[in-house]
T-cell receptor, first 116, second 113 residues
Framework: ETGVTQTPRHLVMGMTNKKSLKCEQHLGHNAMYWYKQSAKKPLELMFVYSLEERVENNSVPSRFSPECPNSSHLFLHLHTLQPEDSALYLC???????????????FGSGTQLSVL | QKEVEQNSGPLSVPEGAIASLNCTYSDRGSQSFFWYRQYSGKSPELIMFIYSNGDKEDGRFTAQLNKASQYVSLLIRDSQPSDSATYLCAVNGLTGGGNKLTFGTGTQLKVEL
């Protein structure tokens, strides 16, 4: 158990559906992340929140909408997704040190998303 | 474009042998280097990190960093079947600020009985 909890573990949705992924961290960290992991591809950083402020939006399509109501919770709202968006979506957290030095990421168990 | 390159494998080693996993990176400004282990169907788990040139040992794991040659490696001594997993190399630079790790595609390790 890493201290980062993601729900749901699996999600199947149609292209017209709206769904949300939820992440909660119990580590007292200040930074939270969404990553996308597709087969045969490197982990792709999607969004970064530091102290509830979005500090990174890595050219992600607007059909993905993040929300960070506080430093412990992170959501990813999904709407009108495409089949190519099917992937493992991973939430992570880190201490959120201001130095910018490499931080250790703690990942949640991920949501395996299938878009039909 | 910053890149992190890993051989996808699979790398097969017999139980008890040393497994050597390699990673090269393109950004000379990179400062921090991480190895994550990912079991099939699970999320990545941090197992080693290294910031300075040289070796860093933690139990059966040794991370090696050579900034001049832009490579970082992970050695696993006395490999066990439970070490069978995909190992992700991740590199962090200071450019752009914040914690922006660039990951490789991972090397699949198989430890055979």
């Amino acid at each position: 158990e890493t201290g980062v909890t993601q729900t749901p573990r699996h999600l199947v949705m149609g292209m017209t559906n709206k769904k949300s992924l939820k992440c909660e961290q119990h580590l007292g960290h200040n930074a939270m992340y969404w990553y996308k992991q597709s087969a045969k591809k490197p982990l792709e950083l999607m969004f970064v929140y530091s102290l509830e402020e979005r500090v990174e939006n890595n050219s992600v399509p607007s059909r993905f909408s993040p929300e960070c109501p506080n430093s412990s919770h992170l959501f990813l709202h999904l709407h009108t997704l495409q089949p190519e968006d099917s992937a493992l979506y991973l939430c992570a957290s880190s201490q959120g040190l201001p130095t910018g030095a490499g931080e250790k990421l703690f990942f949640g168990s991920g949501t395996q998303l299938s878009v039909l | 474009q910053k890149e992190v390159e890993q051989n996808s494998g699979p790398l097969s080693v017999p139980e008890g042998a040393i497994a050597s996993l390699n990673c090269t990176y393109s950004d000379r400004g990179s400062q921090s280097f991480f190895w994550y282990r990912q079991y099939s169907g699970k999320s990545p788990e941090l197992i080693m990190f290294i910031y300075s040139n040289g070796d860093k040992e933690d139990g059966r794991f040794t991370a090696q960093l050579n900034k001049a040659s832009q490579y970082v490696s992970l050695l696993i001594r006395d490999s066990q079947p439970s070490d069978s997993a995909t190992y992700l190399c991740a590199v962090n630079g200071l450019t752009g600020g914040g914690n922006k790790l660039t990951f490789g595609t991972g090397t699949q390790l198989k430890v055979e009985l």
